[in-house]
């Protein structure tokens, strides 16, 4: 019976009105392809920014951070001394922003590429990679065809302090290489401190599949060259800690964080570092962003009253 009707009545008028049958199958499509883009914009930009957050701070246990401004250099001394023979690795870590050079006098503001360049102690961090994911590398080089190296950008051991204490050294993640078509040995000129940086690639970081993608916005230099091209010498934006795999590894970071805490506030004045973890973090990034988040669920609701409207305008017509 349904075939007889869809035979007689659906499809003969189909075949009559073919022109105002492919319109309202247009005007359809186009209601809910509205709502549902406007979700996916939505779902894709909280995304993203989980995914970044991620890749700045998915590989360590926890955090301190100055209240206000930077820590000390001479922090990592204390730190050092409070842990003493605890298995925990600690990485300062200084941040900073970085924008491309303007190409024309004409171009707008906010139309160029903004950068997170992270200052990080590469030695320590390739020492502290390799003991707790094993061989994998950190850059890859040209000419190995997919071959992994220990460092980044690094064929031996002379070339790889030699671009270790070059300030202009940058590292970068493979989305990065594939938007501005770089490749080690390339200048990238970036604008830090408002001053022009001639920086060079020094390696592409591999992806890897079972970790976020590095994004393309993010930029890895020696901690040092930052500190000299961010005029911040002997200050660091935080430390990072991170504890040795075992079956006491949440006791000991239990411990450590006890540590820190009494060594934060040892009088009754204001703390000297604020202690958190990753996942604490990326829940204070979240609250930033809820209003962005709410916005875009506005959009997705009037989006769905706009595609609600089109469909039953369609569906009148046709009736």
Known sequence: MLALLWSRFSWRHWRRHAASTAILVAIVALGVGVYFAVRLANRAAVASFQNFTDALTSG??????????FLPESVMLELRT??????????????????????????????????????????????????RFGSRSAARNPGD??????????????????????????????????????????PFPVVIQERIVPLRVAGVFPSDPSRPEIPAELLVMDLPALQHWTDAVGRLSRVEFLVEDGALRDQVWTEVRTKLMAASNPGAGSPRWTVSTPGERRAGGEKMTRAFRLNL???????????????????????
């Open 60 to 69: 360590s246990d926890g955090l301190i951070q100055a209240p206000a401004g």
């Open 82 to 131: 409070l842990f003493g023979t605890a298995p925990v690795q600690i990485v300062p870590v200084l941040e900073s922003s970085a924008a491309r050079p303007r190409g024309s006098e004409s171009e707008s503001i906010g139309s160029r590429e903004s950068f997170t360049v992270l200052g990080l102690d590469l030695v320590a961090v390739q020492s502290t990679a390799s003991e």
């Open 145 to 186: 065809h997919g071959r992994e190296t220990s460092m980044p950008g690094s064929n031996s051991v002379g070339q790889l302090w030699t671009r270790l204490h070059d300030p202009h050294s940058v590292w970068i993640g493979p989305a990065a290489a594939r938007q501005f078509g770089l490749a080690p040995g390339d």
């Open 297 to 319: 669920t506005i959009l997705s609701l009037l989006a769905l009253l706009v595609g609600l409207y089109l469909v039953f305008q369609a569906l009148d017509g046709a009736v």
